[in-house]
């Protein structure tokens, strides 16, 4: 869910706590577009900054300050720093903070490697999308177990990542919500008060989506 900033919470100048997916109002875009002066129109709907500053490169790449809205009834969104012409933010500093919420346990090896894949494909589908995705359990089972005492550690470390998060997905294959993820929901909806975006998935799109993420990593 997309918030309102307003110029009136950035009257130091500093504008790090903007992410990409707010709406904000028209002194954001001027300051940030550099254009203080400039009078929006109807048809305006890309305004980039004109130059790039070398710190806000990945790579080769330079990046714009960029805002986008699609019709006149809209606030203008901040899509982050994206290529020139583009809106899809690549920056990890300005993307949205996304934890995502999908099932780990598995009763055999088989089922792991299916929610592992799934949960990178989900991943990879958020980094897409140009947001910052945050998924604990492709990380911490790296270096601890799914039982007992490491289970439960690993568990509210995520809790401790999802609250500095701004955005929680789930995705639910075939109706299924697990014990971990229901942990995580009501976490972030009872304690941290956060909207849990829930996608649905059937076997077959959730497979369909993990051979996409396969093929685009070929």
Known sequence: MSITRNIREFSDGDFKTLR??????????????????????????????????????????????TFYRHCITMPYM???????GDKVN?????????????????EDEGQRAFNMYFAKALAWLTYCSGE?????????????????YEREW????????????????AAVVCGNISKGMK????FASLELGMFVETKYYSADEAIALIEKFKESRA
């Open 183 to 186: 942990s995580d929901i009501d």
């Open 132 to 148: 910052f995705p945050i998924v604990p359990h492709l990380y911490f089972p790296q270096f601890i177990t799914d039982e007992g």
């Open 78 to 84: 901040y899509m982050g720093l994206c290529e020139k």
């Open 20 to 65: 990409s997916g707010s709406f904000v109002d028209q002194e954001i875009v001027r300051a940030l577009a550099d254009a203080p002066h400039r009078v929006f129109e109807d048809e305006d709907e890309l305004v980039q900054r004109s130059h790039a500053f070398p710190q806000d490169r990945i790579g080769d790449m330079k990046l714009y300050e």
């Open 154 to 169: 690993g568990i509210q470390a995520g809790h401790c990542l999802m609250a500095a998060c701004d955005r929680v997905t």
């Open 90 to 106: 690549r920056s990890p500093a300005k993307g949205t903070r996304t934890f995502i919420i999908s099932q780990f346990h598995a």
